[in-house]
Each structure stands twice: as C-alpha cells, then as structure tokens.
C-alpha cells in the first residue's frame, strides 16, 4: 500500500499547492520556500538560517574599522611620501608597494575588527589604501602621483584576497 500525499497550500505563500512538508515540524512547504538542510527539506522557522559570525560586524567594530582605516591611510601615506622621496618606487617596485599596502591594511582590519572578513572590511581597507595614495597628491606634481595607480591597484586586488 502506498502513502497518498495531501496537497495543500503554502501557508507563507498563498495560492501555491504543495504536497511538501517540513521534515521538523511537518508545516507544507513550497519549493521557493523550503531550505535544504542535512537531514532534509526543512522551514525557515525550523532551518534557522544565520548568517556566519565572521562576516557580522557590530558598530563598535565598524567604528574600530572605519578609524583605523582613516589614520591606518594617514600613515601609511606620510610612509609612501617619505619612501617616494627617499627611493624612486615608480615602475615595477609599485607591484611591491602595493602587496606591502595590502599586507599592512590586512593586519590594521583583522586588528580593529577582530579577524572579521567580508565585504564592509574590504571596502574599509581599501579606503584606507585610496587615503594613503590621496596624499600623494598633498605633497607631489600629479604626474608623480597618478604613478602609484599600480600599487593602488595591487594593493586593492590582495586585500580584496585576504579579506573576503
């Protein structure tokens, strides 16, 4: 003998019939609404669905990370003023510049956030990277500081790796 199955409505979306259940708590399901868990097709009351506690910033840290990142650029840029003046870093050396940018706005986010990751922590690093090169422009002919678009961009690229 074999089990009929009742097709009733969705009860989190009106009109649509569905012979589904939950395999928790045995509420019908429809395909859009169902979550695929492990041990089967579950509801959203019962899959409960969070978000990874990596990727959750609370407001302290947001704030922690968007200050560190504004003087994090500060003094990063007064550095690359003063290495720009001391060595010329154009060309080829802007490949290392910028890994150095990346690896330095890595450590200063994973410090003022608490090793978090994501996108508000990439985009918080590489605002720190724009400011340290916004202050090319403070102290050099612009010729000069549009060179450092390579490591900006190197820069920008790695933390993006590091930090998603």
């Known amino acids: 003998m074999t089990a009929v199955a009742l097709i009733v409505e969705c009860p989190r979306d009106p009109g649509v019939e569905t012979a589904l259940r939950c395999s928790r708590c045995e509420t019908p399901i429809c395909p859009k609404c169902l979550i695929q868990s492990p041990v089967g097709a579950r509801c959203k009351s019962c899959a409960r669905v969070m978000k990874s506690p990596i990727y959750t910033l609370g407001t302290a840290q947001l704030v922690k990370g968007g200050l560190a990142a504004s003087l994090g650029g500060i003094a990063i840029g007064a550095a690359w003023i003063g290495l720009t003046l001391a060595l010329p870093l154009g060309g080829f050396f802007s490949i290392f510049v910028g890994a150095g940018l990346a690896w330095v706005f890595t450590k200063i986010m994973d410090f003022a956030t608490g090793l978090k990751r994501g996108p508000i922590v990439v ?31 190197v820069g920008a690229y790695l933390a993006y790796q590091n930090l998603r």
Do not use: T
């Open 123 to 153: 985009a918080l690093a590489i605002a720190g990277i724009a400011i340290a090169w916004g202050m090319q422009f403070l102290v050099f002919d612009p010729r000069i500081a549009w060179s450092g678009v390579l490591a900006v961009g």
